[in-house]
């Protein structure tokens, strides 16, 4: 798979740590896919479906090729810019666990662009069933761990740098 250009061991290595979590089975939206390299590491660790969301089109669209060369039929890569909390909002309607096209997992790593999911109308959070965030920063994770509980999430302890792992509790 050179398609991909930016795999090596220690992405994967990357990867592992930080995304160690049951992938089996699951339908995933991928916010911050780039050219698939972490659409590739779920659908290898048993993902169903990955829906790929990469801001800058050349990205997007270098990530469909590869989902087409590679694992076509299990991903789709989407070229759409997450820059505020509106965007958010449409993604997550669409994608989220209760759009259309239900995603169960959200991962979201976009450089810190995940601020503006502080700005995600409440609703639409409580919604989702899984989050897994790379903040980015200290402050970042306190407030974005505010949020999530404050809409009905435990955290799942995680001692690796600032990834957050949330799940929706069971009513």
């Known amino acids: 798979m050179n398609d991909f250009k930016v795999i090596d061991e220690a992405l994967y290595e990357q990867y592992a740590i930080h995304l160690n979590f049951d992938w089996k089975d699951k339908v995933i939206l991928d916010i911050g896919s780039e050219i698939g390299t972490s659409i590739e590491f779920f659908l290898l660790r048993g993902a169903k479906f990955v829906w790929g969301v990469e801001g800058d089109p050349t990205l997007a669209g270098r990530g469909q090729g590869n989902i087409d060369k590679y694992f076509k039929g299990r991903a789709q890569s989407i070229q759409q810019w997450i820059d505020s909390p509106y965007a958010f909002e449409r ?6 666990a209760s759009g259309p096209l239900r995603a169960e997992v959200i991962k979201i790593d976009i450089e810190g662009w995940e601020c503006c999911l502080l700005g995600v109308n409440d609703r639409i959070i409580a919604e989702q069933k899984e989050f897994v965030i790379d903040t980015h920063s200290k402050l ?23 990834v957050l792992h949330a799940i929706r509790k069971s009513s």
Not at 91 to 96: A, I, K, M, P, T
């Open 91 to 96: 993604v997550l309607s669409f994608y989220g």
């Open 140 to 162: 970042l994770t306190v407030l974005i761990t505010e949020k999530l509980v404050k809409n009905g999430f435990t955290i799942v302890d995680d001692v690796v740098g600032d």
